[in-house]
Every structure is written in structure tokens, then in C-alpha cells.
């Protein structure tokens, strides 16, 4: 479905922010590791570390964990990333 300027609308994805923090504080090294952690954690620590969000500025680190946190979720649930 588009929303009439090219661009395709895409569906909304579900996020567990709790779990995306608690991710994302295991990523930085401020929790201990989980014993299984999800496919999704898996795929954006290792997108995260692919972009250098270990030595990035810390108010650019949280919008990109975000936004590669919703990527992720939402190639896992079957839409296209944006």
C-alpha cells in the first residue's frame, strides 16, 4: 500500500521496549549476558556492532539501537525493513 507520495506504508511492528533496553544493556556490557538470548537480540547486536554503536556518541547510540531494533522485528515478522 503507498500513502500517495511513492513511498510504501508499511504495516506497524510490535516492539517490547523493556526487552530492547534490557538488550541494549547487555549489548554496552551494563547487564550479564542472557542464557538464550532471541534471534532479533542476535541480529541487531551484530548489526549494532557493524555500525559502531559500541564507540558512538551516547544520543546518537539510542536512536540507532532503535531503529535497527525495529528493523529487525520487522524482516522477522515477514515485512520489509524500511
Known amino acids: 500500500m503507498e500513502n500517495g507520495l511513492g513511498r510504501e506504508i508499511l504495516p506497524a ?10 538488550a541494549y ?7 550479564l549476558p542472557a542464557k538464550n ?9 551484530t548489526e549494532a556492532s557493524k555500525a559502531g554503536l559500541k564507540s ?4 546518537f547510540v539510542m536512536s540507532r539501537w532503535n531503529s ?4 529487525v522485528t520487522q524482516r522477522q515478522q ?4 524500511a
Open 56 to 59: 558512538a556518541k551516547p544520543e
Open 37 to 45: 538470548p532471541s534471534q532479533i537480540e542476535i541480529q541487531v547486536r
Open 13 to 22: 511492528v510490535s516492539v517490547d521496549s523493556s526487552e530492547r533496553d534490557a
Open 78 to 81: 515477514g515485512g520489509k525493513a
Open 25 to 31: 544493556r547487555r549489548f554496552i556490557g551494563s547487564a
Open 68 to 71: 535497527i531494533g525495529k528493523d
